[in-house]
């Protein structure tokens, strides 16, 4: 918790990056350089030039379209400063949306042509002859993190790959479990889950070595149906598939939403979040804002569709 209040202190006075393409220029205020990335690649979609500008305190950062030819800003908010951030033209977005499966209904529905791709997914499943079983242990917990996990984020992800202390995770309680899937009688596919209440918390996932022609044989699809099944021997209501980018264009958002996954609306000023500002005379930002639809949270933190 001291760590928190020392970072929510530390984004009252923000480090400014800007990004400059041939087409548009924004801004980042924030520390982080996964996000500060992510939003690079995602608004500029191409080649672009990067500059440090200083610092400057969080009230100041709507001033930015003031002070020169900027098209858009992302800003990290601290938890002090998020009632000021409510108020300034612009969306606060979390930087992840909840996402998770109703299970609590026949396969049947779950797996409905007409609503979900679980049909494709089962199709892979018996063509590639996929098979799951359960596993727990340390030596087993640190295989998927060596083998699978790691490889698998680093490769696909690069330099926005979240590296984070993963045995803090196989410390909660109540204790997660893996689910693996073979091929041929080999782990090819793993995933970190963890039942509490009435959810199965989906948490990680990893291929073997990071090995992306896994994911043609559709075993990712297939850790998501086979944790379906465990969840519902387990009695659990829903599978809780973890957060995407608030953007609908954001691929990894498009996929859950073919599982049939859904937005959970339960939000508090107690995650993070950031404040994403629009020049409304940039014809380039409002051309971005009209091809990528987006969540972005109202002052009760219930979670808003933004179709512009």
Not at 103 to 117: A, Q, V, W, Y
Not at 170 to 195: C, Q
Not at 268 to 278: C, F, K, Q, V
Request: net charge neutral.
């Amino acid at each position: 918790m001291a760590y928190l209040w020392v970072k929510d202190l530390a984004r009252l006075y923000l480090p400014l990056y800007q990004y400059e393409s041939d087409k548009m220029r924004i801004i980042y205020a924030g520390y982080s350089s996964i996000k500060k990335n992510h939003f690079a690649r995602l608004l500029l979609e191409g080649d672009y030039e990067q500059n440090f500008l200083g610092r400057r305190p969080y009230m100041k950062i709507p001033e930015l379209f003031k002070d020169r030819k900027t098209d858009i800003v992302v800003a990290e908010i601290s938890r002090f400063a998020m009632e000021a951030f409510q108020r300034y033209k612009g969306f606060v977005l979390p930087e992840l949306v909840i996402m998770r499966i109703n299970i609590d209904r026949p396969m049947s529905e779950i797996c409905d042509k007409n609503r979900t791709d679980f049909p494709e997914v089962t199709r892979r499943i018996r063509k590639y002859s996929l098979t799951y079983e359960l596993l727990a242990g340390k030596e087993n917990f640190d295989y998927f993190v060596d083998k699978l996990y790691m490889p698998y984020i680093t490769r696909r992800h690069g330099d926005e790959a979240l590296i984070e202390d993963m045995n803090r995770l196989r410390e909660l309680s109540p204790a997660p479990f893996l689910l693996a899937v073979r091929e041929n009688g080999v782990i090819v596919a793993e995933s970190l889950i963890r039942k509490s209440g009435e959810i199965l918390y989906f948490m990680r996932l990893g291929l073997l070595d990071g090995n992306e022609e896994y994911l043609r044989h559709g075993t990712i699809g297939a850790l998501y149906y086979f944790s379906i099944l465990e969840g519902q021997k387990l009695g659990c209501r829903y599978l809780d598939v973890g957060g995407t980018r608030p953007f609908f264009t954001d691929g990894l958002t498009k996929y859950k939403l073919r599982l049939g996954a859904e937005f959970v609306d339960d939000y508090s000023p107690s995650i993070e979040h950031l404040w994403l500002g629009i020049n409304e005379n940039s014809s380039e930002a409002n051309g971005f804002m009209t091809r990528n639809p987006f969540l972005s949270l109202d002052k009760e933190f219930r979670l808003q569709k933004n179709f512009i």
